[in-house]
Structures are given as C-alpha cells and as structure tokens.
C-alpha cells in the first residue's frame, strides 16, 4: 500500500473516531441528565428502604455488619466520582486540542488571505505590533489531574 493511501485511511479513521466521540459526549450527556431527574425524593427513599433491608437479611453475624456496607457503598461512590472525574479531564483534553487545531487553521486561513490579497493590493501594510506573549504557566496548571485528585476537588464545590 502507498504512503499516501496510507494518510487517507489514517486521516478517515480520524474522522471516525471525532465522529464517535462526539456522539458520545451527546448520549453521555443525555444520560446524565436522564439520570439526575430519575432520582426523585420517594424514589430515593424506596431505594434506602430497599437496600436497608435486603442488608440486613443478607447479614451474617460477623462477617458483614452495617459499617461494612457502609464502607463498601463509600468505596464505590468514591470509585464511580473519580470515573466521572477522569472521563470529564479527557473531554477537557480533547476540546483544548479541539480548540488548538480550530486556532492553527484560523491562522493559515488568515495568513493564506493575507498573502491573496497582498499579491492583488501591491505591497502588504506593516503588521501591527505584536501582543505580547503570554505569561508561562506554572506545571502544576499545564498537567491533568489524577483521577482521585479530580474526585476530590469536584467534591470540595
């Protein structure tokens, strides 16, 4: 297969996957939402009765008391918020080099105009100073959390 088949096959697997992705944000979206309004007070309530019961049914003396499935269901909220923490660093991840790419192409888009219109208009007008270069970012702003550090800060709002 030739290197340029190649790209074209690479470069539409690409598209696939933004495609995908997108499509996933917008079901993962409408899920929560779904999700959130599904939880209402008696529905809740139910649902601790239920559960509060069927631990204790399930209860062995000794093995399993109330403060073990108190830790356990800890646990797992704590599992299930740094998912959710992680999944929304990579959605951030990807709209930053979304907007990085939308950036570049803006500026040779402008940059090709540019050069049209200057080889039409005679000699190009002298660019305007340059904005300074902005301030460098610390490291600790430039890297993504962890997981568990993300869980924790969404917690702490």
Known sequence: ???????????????????????????????????RRGWSPLRIVVVG??????????????????ARWLQMIGSVSNLMASGQAAFAAAMAAHAADTADEAAETADAAADTAADTAAGQAGPRPAPAAAPAPAAPRAADELRVP???????DVSER
Not at 11 to 34: F, H, I, P, Y
Not at 49 to 66: R, T, Y
């Open 1 to 35: 297969m030739k290197f340029g088949a190649l790209q074209r096959r690479v470069k539409r697997c690409e598209q696939v996957v933004a495609v995908r992705m997108a499509e996933t944000q917008d079901n993962w979206g409408v899920l929560s939402q779904v999700w």
């Open 49 to 66: 009765l239920a559960g509060g019961f069927v631990a204790g049914k399930l209860e062995v003396p000794g093995k399993v008391n109330g």
């Open 146 to 152: 962890q997981p568990a550090e993300a869980a924790t």
